[in-house]
Nanobody, 129 residues
Framework: VQLVESGGGSVQAGGSLRLSCAAS????????MAWFRQAPGKGREGVAA???????AYADSVKGRATISKDKAKTTLYLDMRSAKYEDSAMYYC????????????????????????WGQGTQVTVSS
């Protein structure tokens, strides 16, 4: 399984960005999918998750500013972020696992990603003030 993130880059504070995660031979419909991020000198933290039925969950740090979604073909995962803040600057990773369902999926972002088996290589987001 290969997960490939894209869409990172530089954005000004207050701006918006969209991250994408595409996969080959991987369907999101039966998998818990999530976004994690890691800033320099900090631990990895969960950002958002979406379960097999499309129910989302968000970390408090991005709640109200982020939207996680899957395309209809369920082969691409997205993270839309609005009102970007300097503290959103980090490497963002896409993660997935077929063993997490419903609340087990949406609460998995409370950890550091140890429950997820499949990971992308990451895409850098830099927010300038």
């Amino acid at each position: 399984v290969q997960l490939v993130e894209s869409g990172g880059g530089s954005v000004q504070a207050g701006g918006s960005l969209r991250l994408s995660c595409a996969a080959s031979r991987y369907t999101y419909s039966r998998n818990c999918m999530a976004w994690f991020r890691q800033a320099p000198g900090k631990g990895r933290e969960g950002v958002a998750a979406i379960d097999e039925e499309g129910h989302p969950a968000y970390a408090d740090s991005v709640k109200g500013r982020a939207t996680i979604s899957k395309d209809k073909a369920k082969t691409t995962l997205y993270l839309d972020m609005r009102s970007a803040k300097y503290e959103d600057s980090a490497m963002y990773y896409c993660a997935g696992d077929p063993r997490l369902f419903y609340r087990g999926c949406t609460t998995a972002i409370e950890g550091t990603g140890e429950l997820f088996d499949d990971w992308g290589q990451g895409t850098q987001v830099t927010v300038s003030s």
